[in-house]
C-alpha cells in the first residue's frame, strides 16, 4: 500500500509522542537533518515498510551437518505466511550455459543464525561475526539469563542476544553480549587480528569494542571514547595500523579511534562531509581507501577528494562521479581493485596505479519519493577511475541489471563479485523492490563490454542489511536482510532473513580443476610471519596434475567488515614470485611481500595460491 508523506509524518508523529510518554525523549523534528540527534531520531527516515506476506521458502540443497532451526539454544523462526505480489517480483539475469565455464552454485548452511547479519566479519579462528541492531527488539537468540543485558532506553532487561559467533563449516552458534547498540555501525582488524569496532546508535554512538578471536570471548565496549557521535560512519585501517574514522551522520569530521580506556577531546572538519550533505544525506557511509603512497581516497555522494591523512589536508579533487549519489541511502558498491606487485614495487620497477571501482546506486530524490510509495530504477553504470593520474577521469560501463545496496567483494583470483541488493528504490526500511537474486561476477582485467558475467541466481532475496564475505575456502557467505523496523516473519514483503548461504564461485564449479586444486603446507609456513619488503617461502602440491610458474599466482587477502552494501578495508594484492622449485613432494615457492605497510597494513591476511584460476585453501599469514 503506497505511502504519503502526510501519513509518514504522523507516524513519526505518533511514535515520538509514544517515546515521549514512555520517558525515552522530548518531541522533535526528524525532518532537520542538522539539528541535534534525540533518541526518537531513529524512527525516521526509514519509513515502516509494506504489510504483505513473505517470499516462498528456499529450495537450494542443504549442506550436510548444517544446524536445524531449533539447534544451539535458539528459538525457532515463525511461521511464513503466503507470499506477496511484491516478494515474486524479483530480478534475475539470463546465465548463458557453457559447458567449459560454470557459473556456479548455492547451498544452505544454516536455516537459522539466531540474528539478522546487519553487520558481517570472518575472523582467523574459523568463525563469522553477525550482529544487528538492539534498537529491532527481540531476536531469534537468548543471552543466559543471569548474563543479560539492560536496555537503557527502556530501563528494562534485555535477554535476547544482537549479535553471535557463527561456525560457517557447521552452522553452530554461540549468543554474544553486546551492550551499547551497534545500529549501523563500522569496523576493522587491528595487527593482531582483534575485531575493532565503533559508533552505532544512541547510548553505543560513541563506543569502540574489541572481540578477540577466541572461541570464548566476548565484546570488551569503552563507551564515550570517541568525540563524536558516529551513526553510519567508516572506520579505515592506517598504515601505522591505527584506525581512523570518517563522518556518520551530522558527523562532517574524522578522528581517530583512541586506545582502550581513553578518550577523544577533538575531531578533525572534513569539508567534504558537509559539501555533499543533501537534504536526506546520500553521504553516509562514504567509501574510504588507503593508497599505495599513504594518502587516503574519499568518495561521499558523488564525489571525492585526495586527502593526506596526516597532515589534514586536501591534495586534490577528484572529478565527481555523473548519474546519481552512490552512497546510503543511494548505497552503491565500491572496492578498490586487486594491487598487483608484480614487477612493481622492487629494484625501480614502475608505479602502481590505484583504481577505484564503484557500482550501481539511485538517483538522488530516490528516498524522497520512497517516502510517498514510489521507486525509481537504481542506477545500472559502473564508474572506474584511475587515481594515479592527476587529470583521472571517470570511465563507465555498464552492469547487466540495474542494483543498489549490493555487495561487492573481491575473490582471491582477482575477479569482483556483485551480488544482494534490488533493481528499485534505495536503502532504508522498507525502501526497496524487486530483490536481484543474480550474483554478477566483473573481470577487471578483461576488455571493456565483456567484463560482466551473470551467474547462479540464488532463491533467498537478500534487500536491506544484507552482507557477504569471503571465506578461507574461497567460497562466499551470505547472509542477513532485514526491511522491517523489527523481526518480522509474517505481513510483510520480505520477511527478517537468517538462513546463511554459501555461494560456490564458478572457479570452484569444475570437477576436474577443482580435484587439483592446490593444497598448501601448513607446517611450511615461516613461524616468524611475512616481513614487510623480505622473502616469503612455503610449500604447496597440487593433487593430480602438475604445473608450471606460469600457472601460480599468489594473492593475499584482507579480510574486510562489510555493513549496508560497504566491505570497509577490503584490499587484495597479488604478490611478486620470486622462485618456484618443484620437486617430488610439490612445490616451494618463495614471493616478494609487500615492501610497505602503505600497501599492506599489519594485520593477519589470507594468503591464497591459485594454480590455473583455481584457488586453495587460504592460510592465515601475519605481516609486520
Known sequence: MARSSSLLRAGVLAMALLAS???VEALFDPFNIFGGRPENDYLDPFGGGATKSPPPPRTEREETGAAQPNTMGLTRVPPLGEPSKASHDTMTVKVTVRDDKPDGAWTIVSDNSGVSAMHLAIMRHGRAIMFDTATTGRSLMRLRFDNCRVDPRLHKTDCWAHAVEFD?????????????????SAGGFDAEGNLVQSGGYFEGDRTVRYLSPCHTCDWKE??????EGRWYATQQVLPDGRFAIF????????????????????????????????DVENNLYPFVNLLPDGNLFIFANDRGIIFDHRSEIVIRDVPPLPGGARN??????????????RGRQLHGGPELEPEVIICGGANKTAFKVGEIGQYGPALKDCGRINLAKQDAQWVTEEMPVQRVMGDMLILPNGELLLLNGAAKGCGGWGFARQPVRSPILYTPSAPQGSRFRPLTPSTISRVYHSTAAVLPDATVLVAGGNTNAGYNFSGVDFPTEVRVERFTPPYLDGRRHVANRPIIDPHSLPREGMRYGAKYTFRFRTPLDPVVEADVMVTMYAPP??????????????????SFIPD???????VDAPGKPELAPPAYYLVYVIAKNVPSIAVWVKIQ
Open 21 to 23: 510518554f514512555l520517558g
Open 168 to 184: 560457517y563449516a557447521t552452522g553452530a552458534v554461540r549468543p554474544l553480549k553486546i551492550l551499547t547498540d551497534t545500529w549501523c
Open 222 to 227: 569503552h563507551p564515550y571514547s570517541l568525540f
Open 247 to 278: 563522518g556518520g551522520r551530522r558527523a562532517f569530521s574524522f578522528e581517530h579511534l583512541p586506545k582502550p580506556g581513553m578518550f577523544n577531546h577533538q575531531s578533525v572538519p572534513l569539508a567534504l562531509l558537509r559539501d555533499t550533505t543533501d
Open 328 to 341: 546510503y541511502p543511494a548505497s552503491a558498491m565500491s572496492a578498490m581493485l586487486p594491487l598487483d606487485l
Open 561 to 578: 567488515f562489510t555493513t549496508h552494501g560497504y566491505s570497509m578495508n577490503q584490499r587484495l594484492l597479488i604478490l611478486s614470485l620470486a
Open 584 to 590: 617430488p613432494q610439490g612445490y616451494a615457492i618463495t
